[in-house]
């Protein structure tokens, strides 16, 4: 394979900050062009926030740095920031005010969500965080989560983008309280999906796992400008081909996911000139149970050593996994230099 030509879009940068220093980049002057912020403050326009509560030491948030002429704007439920080339969108839906189940009020926000991408003129999703209470929830006989999969995937489905073969990074937790809450990274040009060599990929699971398989793909890897490629890592659990294993075990849950990471790393450094490596991501790691959180910690200091980035910035949260017999799961993202190749 060849490499691509690069991209001519004006850079996109991010940057894993504490609150305090995202706070100081927008006392300085203009504010950054957009962040997600993890124990953050609700209030700020250009930061949206994860309702989920903070177990490592300090609030902190990912920014995100674009060029300097940003519009803000609306769409249906969508609020997004965009410099014409690239885009970040927020979506928060209450389902007691809304008065919708999850299903319907999933498939509204993704519908509202592709008509964003289509007026701002970003048509292509990079990476999307999904955050839904009670993910594991009866829905009225059927699971929360099962639900949400049935609108979103309804919503791919109805504007022709690609729900299957291509679908972009993602995730999906569940937080304990408040909306339906859904940010997201689009540009106009297409990431390249990345699968797993060892688990099936999520939209051909079979229907034991509901009737709507989830939509997304297990990493996408795409060119920021100025010759950048970042990779966007979904969030990864204790699964193999499509069962979970170590059911349980936090311990050999936690290994098993670092396993599940180097095997995406490797399969997405097989598609890029860029180089990525487990022990160099801004990642988010989140448990189930906050007493986990210390175990999770060290086995990842066993793994990747104490010193590494991936441990010395990660974000730890405490959220309910997409399965019920999941402990922990991690997404993460990093940026190298380097181009996709054709």
Same mark, same amino acid.
């Given at each position: 394979?060849?490499?691509?030509?690069?991209?001519?879009?004006?850079?996109?940068?991010?940057?894993?900050?504490?609150?305090?220093?995202?706070?100081?980049?927008?006392?300085?002057?203009?504010?950054?062009?957009?962040?997600?912020?993890?124990?953050?403050?609700?209030?700020?326009?250009?930061?949206?926030?994860?309702?989920?509560?903070?177990?490592?030491?300090?609030?902190?948030?990912?920014?995100?740095?674009?060029?300097?002429?940003?519009?803000?704007?609306?769409?249906?439920?969508?609020?997004?920031?965009?410099?014409?080339?690239?885009?970040?969108?927020?979506?928060?839906?209450?389902?007691?005010?809304?008065?919708?189940?999850?299903?319907?009020?999933?498939?509204?926000?993704?519908?509202?969500?592709?008509?964003?991408?289509?007026?701002?003129?970003?048509?292509?999703?990079?990476?999307?965080?999904?955050?839904?209470?009670?993910?594991?929830?009866?829905?009225?006989?059927?699971?929360?989560?099962?639900?949400?999969?049935?609108?979103?995937?309804?919503?791919?489905?109805?504007?022709?983008? $690609?729900?299957?073969?291509?679908?972009? +990074?993602?995730?999906? *937790? @569940?937080?304990?309280?408040? #909306? !339906?809450? =859904?940010?997201?990274?689009?540009?106009?040009?297409?990431?390249?999906?990345?699968?797993?060599?060892?688990?099936?990929?999520?939209?051909?699971?079979?229907?034991?796992?509901?009737?709507? $398989?989830?939509?997304?793909?297990?990493? +996408?890897?795409?060119? *920021? @400008?100025?010759?950048?490629? #970042? !990779?966007? =890592?979904?969030?990864?659990?204790?699964?193999?081909?499509?069962?979970?294993?170590?059911?349980?075990?936090?311990?050999?849950?936690?290994?098993?996911?670092?396993?599940?990471?180097?095997?995406?790393?490797?399969?997405?450094?097989?598609?890029?000139?860029?180089?990525?490596?487990?022990?160099?991501?801004?990642?988010?790691?989140?448990?189930?149970?906050?007493?986990?959180?210390?175990?999770?910690?060290?086995?990842?200091?066993?793994?990747?050593?104490?010193?590494?980035?991936?441990?010395?910035?990660?974000?730890?949260?405490?959220?309910?996994?997409?399965?019920?017999?999941?402990?922990?799961?991690?997404?993460?993202?990093?940026?190298?230099?380097?181009?996709?190749?054709?």
């Amino acid at each position: 394979m060849t490499a691509r030509e690069p991209l001519g879009a004006p850079p996109l940068r991010v940057q894993r900050l504490s609150l305090s220093d995202s706070l100081a980049l927008a006392a300085g002057g203009s504010p950054p062009f957009g962040a997600l912020g993890y124990g953050t403050p609700d209030h700020l326009a250009w930061m949206s926030t994860v309702n989920a509560r903070v177990l490592s030491s300090s609030a902190m948030a990912d920014v995100w740095h674009a060029s300097e002429h940003i519009e803000s704007g609306t769409t249906g439920v969508v609020r997004w920031r965009c410099d014409g080339h690239w885009m970040l969108g927020a979506i928060d839906l209450d389902e007691s005010v809304e008065k919708q189940g999850l299903a319907a009020l999933a498939q509204r926000a993704y519908r509202d969500l592709f008509e964003s991408l289509e007026q701002t003129g970003c048509a292509h999703l990079l990476r999307i965080w999904n955050y839904l209470p009670h993910i594991n929830g009866d829905g009225g006989g059927l699971e929360r989560y099962r639900q949400f999969n049935l609108g979103r995937q309804q919503a791919f489905v109805e504007a022709d983008q $690609a729900a299957f073969e291509g679908a972009p +990074a993602a995730c999906a *937790l @569940g937080i304990h309280q408040g #909306a !339906l809450c =859904i940010r997201f990274l689009a540009g106009r040009s297409a990431p390249l999906p990345v699968e797993n060599p060892r688990q099936v990929s999520a939209y051909h699971y079979p229907k034991t796992y509901g009737p709507r $398989a989830p939509t997304f793909s297990r990493a +996408a890897l795409a060119e *920021l @400008g100025g010759g950048d490629v #970042a !990779l966007f =890592i979904s969030g990864t659990a204790s699964i193999v081909g499509h069962e979970t294993v170590h059911v349980g075990e936090i311990v050999a849950q936690t290994e098993e996911t670092l396993r599940n990471l180097r095997a995406v790393i490797a399969a997405a450094n097989e598609r890029t000139t860029a180089r990525f490596d487990l022990s160099a991501l801004d990642c988010v790691v989140y448990v189930r149970h906050a007493a986990d959180a210390s175990v999770v910690r060290q086995v990842m200091e066993e793994s990747l050593g104490p010193k590494a980035h991936t441990l010395s910035h990660a974000v730890f949260l405490e959220a309910d996994i997409c399965r019920q017999d999941l402990l922990v799961e991690i997404e993460a993202h990093a940026v190298a230099r380097g181009a996709l190749r054709g």
